[in-house]
């Protein structure tokens, strides 16, 4: 990488940490800038607007998810495997990348979804692009008989979306430490292992 | 009541109404008093901050959400039942109420569980609240046999949080109309009711 490419680098983590604390809607570029130890104008540089940064951190955010979330996973056969090992993962990722504050693309579904705006369609984009990920798994564990009776795809891809959004809300708002793991036994329960889902 | 109090009323709905729209946590004074037709002065009467703002509105959401939500499912006998009941009128309420952004109190769990303020302090007491009437609803449904074997209270109230916010995430940002019917499906599937959860 060239300097300047270092330098982005160096910004979109710093925009990605405040991210994670504030929300992608409510990143600004001078806050920014002060974290990384930079001023306003060469964080304009590279970001030339807000929403360029916004983009761009988000961008950054996904980049991560798929190596926290995703390709950890990939091992794992396709099918119920996969989507539980995704499961975990994605209910520890930001503790292990470093956030803070939590996901901000989790957050960044309600802080966009009124609006109609660059930023807006690439989180729009970015959920409708991993929904089909998980409805596309959770089709090859129907075919290959690893659901409960009854369980459809598209229900399974909601109910791992909604696992998500209750334990982060249980965990960071509510300061409930057994929250993940509630969450995992719950998926458990719900997708016909035996574990009691307490 | 006098007319100051029907002024404030006056508002507080113009103020949730932006908040639907905005999230509470994104709501300023001079914006709710332009869509209320008031001065900013005028505003500062009625809250003199926009923590206080924030607070009222919250407390005003809460109201409504009590009158569409909880009020009409109290007729139904306890336990699943009423749970039932509740998810219906919970996937539903903004559109009877008339607020076109969803949710505000959904939305504010992630956007205050990382402050220490006031208005934070107030958005955990909703949460704290709600889950343990949820909890305790789960439980008379548990000694009444009503769940499944190791469906537990916990995880039952976790679970409806959790379609709450992938139905709303699905309907507004992914614009999918039938994202309320398919949680409220998987809810009576997940709950042990026979319909398929497509």
Redo the contacts between chains.
């Keep these: 990488m060239g300097k300047s490419e270092i330098t982005r680098e160096a910004l979109l983590d710093a925009a990605l940490y405040e991210a994670s604390?504030?929300?992608i809607?409510?990143l600004t570029l001078a806050p920014v800038a002060a974290a990384a130890g930079r001023s306003k104008g060469g964080l304009l540089r590279h970001f030339p607007s807000k929403e360029s940064l916004q983009i761009a951190v988000l961008e950054h955010a996904l980049s991560s998810f798929r190596h926290y979330v995703l390709e950890p996973a990939l091992p794992m056969p396709s099918g119920l495997p996969r989507l539980r090992a995704i499961m975990e993962n994605w209910l520890s990722w930001t503790e292990r990348a470093g956030l803070?504050?939590?996901c901000p693309i989790?957050?960044s579904?309600?802080?966009?979804?009124?609006r109609d705006s660059a930023v807006c369609a690439h989180?729009?984009e970015a959920?409708?692009s991993w929904?089909s990920y998980l409805r596309r798994q959770a089709s090859k564990a129907q075919e290959a008989s690893q659901l409960p009776?009854?369980?459809?795809p598209?229900?399974l891809a909601?109910?791992m979306?909604?696992?998500?959004?209750?334990?982060?809300?249980?965990s960071?708002?509510?300061k409930d430490d057994d929250?993940n793991r509630?969450?995992l036994?719950?998926f458990d329960?719900?997708t016909g292992r035996?574990?009691?889902?307490?």
């Design positions: 604390l504030s929300g809607a409510r803070p504050g939590g989790l957050s579904q309600y802080a966009f979804d009124d989180v729009r959920w409708t929904q009776p009854g369980l459809t598209e229900a909601m109910l979306v909604g696992l998500k959004a209750t334990a982060q809300m249980e960071r708002l509510l929250a509630r969450a036994r719950l329960h719900l035996a574990e009691p889902a307490n």
